[in-house]
């Protein structure tokens, strides 16, 4: 344990910080302490989220039918499977760095080298995951209306299947040019348009009589209220203010926008964890592989990386359940 | 640390690093199945305004954080004093936030649906 310090003549003099009550270095316990108020701060976002699911807890979006997508299977409803997966991807690659970590224990270099490369590995396709489950979702699915109030209605047909947009907005070229900064006025660039206009979807919606809105609010069964034809059409022409899809920081089509606020937030912080993480271990996996730690007898440098490691690991497992299946 | 890298030899590690993944693994392969069969009973039912299926989870969760923080993190290798400091502040920080945070969620959810607020359109 005490390879890579220097001795200090103070060993064993109690009041001389000579002895280690806690029998672990300066390093470690650092790592410890940190790894102890980066969970305080992973937790003050957990509880927030919780404090505004429990406010807003009979109109929160339902995270099964957010996130619904698989790469490369298009079409098909797989709500978890990926974030499953995902979760699988990141448990495995603790097990990686957990076994370098043994490795390290042993003197074995070369294990060393093999498992760490395997965790950055693991580390990058959780990081690659993440990426295209944020596309997914800043994209939009079937698209919504929002109301004056700020509420989203989103169209369901007779059998409570939900309808995209393009399925039914009345089809005419009405599309308007994008506001950029370098054609019109110089100084003023619009944010994206989507591909409807409100005006599109009133109509396609007053044409198709099968269709039927779906509110934001939860019935008795813990589902979404589906509105009568009547009422439907009542509520799209008196409330409705504009078009949605997709999601960002103001606007989300899955419902309130503080539920996207705490998506980019939540899994934008542990994302930034997961990437800091591979950094770091890159640059202990070149001082393993430049023989520093064999210099210094002890790879307990490793150690401590695997321990933010797991550490990430640990908040994902968090996040999975609070987020996604809660 | 080097302790226990002397007393317990390499196979016996490393079979506890699988046999805790393995731990991990089906604890996740039950939690993603009820998420999406759903148990109706566990729906229907209630304990202190969380749904049975919600407990589930979140006992589920605690037992892979266990595993994690005491096999992955060797925190079953520290001294007591260190495990103590450690685990005993985050969960007394954490309860206490998460408690106060829902309890006044649900407040201001009961103030929305009971009282003269009237729903936003």
Same mark, same amino acid.
């Given at each position: ?71 490369? @299977? ?27 970590? =043994?490795?390290?224990? !042993? ?33 939009? =699915? ?28 009345? =089809? ?10 370098? #054609? ?25 009589? #099968? ?21 439907? @059409? ?16 103001? !606007? ?20 930034? !964890? ?14 393993v592989l430049v023989n520093t730690y064999e210099k210094r007898k002890s790879?307990?440098?490793? #150690? ?5 490691? !797991? ?13 996604? @299946?809660? | ?21 393995? &731990?991990?693994? &089906?604890?996740? &392969? ?21 749904? %049975? ?12 954080? %266990?595993? &994690? ?26 309860? %206490? ?9 649900? %407040? ?14």
């Amino acid at each position: 344990m005490d390879t890579t310090l220097e001795k200090t003549g103070t060993e064993g003099k109690t009041w001389g910080g000579g002895n280690e009550p806690f029998k672990a270095s300066y390093g470690k316990l650092m790592m410890w302490f940190f790894i102890l108020s980066d969970a305080l701060t992973f937790s003050g976002f957990l509880a927030a989220y919780g404090f505004s699911r429990f406010k807003f807890s009979s109109e929160w979006p339902i995270a099964d039918e957010v996130f619904t997508h698989f790469p490369f @299977l298009h079409g098909i409803e797989a709500p978890m499977y990926y974030v499953a997966l995902m979760t699988f991807i990141l448990i495995f690659s603790s097990v990686t760095m957990v076994l370098a970590v =043994d490795a390290g224990h !042993h003197m074995k270099k070369n294990k060393v080298v093999t498992y760490m490369a395997l965790t950055i590995l693991g580390g990058l396709v959780f990081l690659g995951s993440q990426a295209w489950e944020w596309k997914t979702f800043i994209k939009g =699915d079937y698209g919504a209306v929002e109301t004056k109030g700020g509420n989203i209605l989103q169209f369901v047909d007779a059998d409570g299947e939900r309808v995209a947009l393009d399925e039914f907005a009345a =089809d005419y070229n009405v599309a308007r040019e994008r506001q950029n900064k370098n #054609e019109g006025l110089w100084y003023e660039t619009e944010s994206a348009l989507p591909d409807f206009t409100f005006k599109q979807v009133k109509e396609g919606f007053a044409e198709n009589e #099968e269709l039927h809105i779906r509110t934001l609010k939860n019935n008795e069964e813990g589902e979404k209220t589906i509105l009568s034809r009547e009422a439907s @059409l009542a509520k799209l022409n008196n409330q409705g203010k504009g078009v949605v899809q997709g999601a960002n920081l103001k !606007h989300n089509e899955y419902g309130m926008p503080l539920f996207a606020d705490f998506f980019f937030f939540i899994t934008g912080f542990h994302g930034f !964890h997961v990437f800091s993480g591979v950094l770091i271990l890159v640059i202990i996996f070149f001082n393993v592989l430049v023989n520093t730690y064999e210099k210094r007898k002890s790879y307990e440098m490793v #150690e401590k990386v695997g321990l933010y490691w !797991h550490f990430v690991d640990l908040v994902w497992v968090f996040v999975f359940t609070f987020f996604y @299946l809660v | 640390m080097t302790d226990h890298a002397d007393t317990q030899d390499k196979s016996s590690a490393t079979k506890r690093i699988w046999y805790v993944f393995s &731990i991990l693994s &089906i604890v996740t &392969i039950i939690e993603v199945a009820l998420g999406i069969v759903k148990p109706a009973f566990m729906i229907e039912n209630t304990l202190i305004d969380l749904h %049975y299926l919600n407990w589930t989870f979140i006992i589920l969760t605690i037992v892979k954080a %266990y595993y &994690i923080t005491w096999a992955f993190m060797h925190m079953e290798h520290e001294t007591a004093g260190l495990r103590r400091s450690v685990v005993w502040t985050s969960v007394f920080l954490i309860i %206490y936030l998460i408690a106060i945070l829902l309890i006044e969620g649900g %407040y201001i959810q009961d103030v929305y649906s009971d009282s003269f607020i009237k729903w936003n359109l």
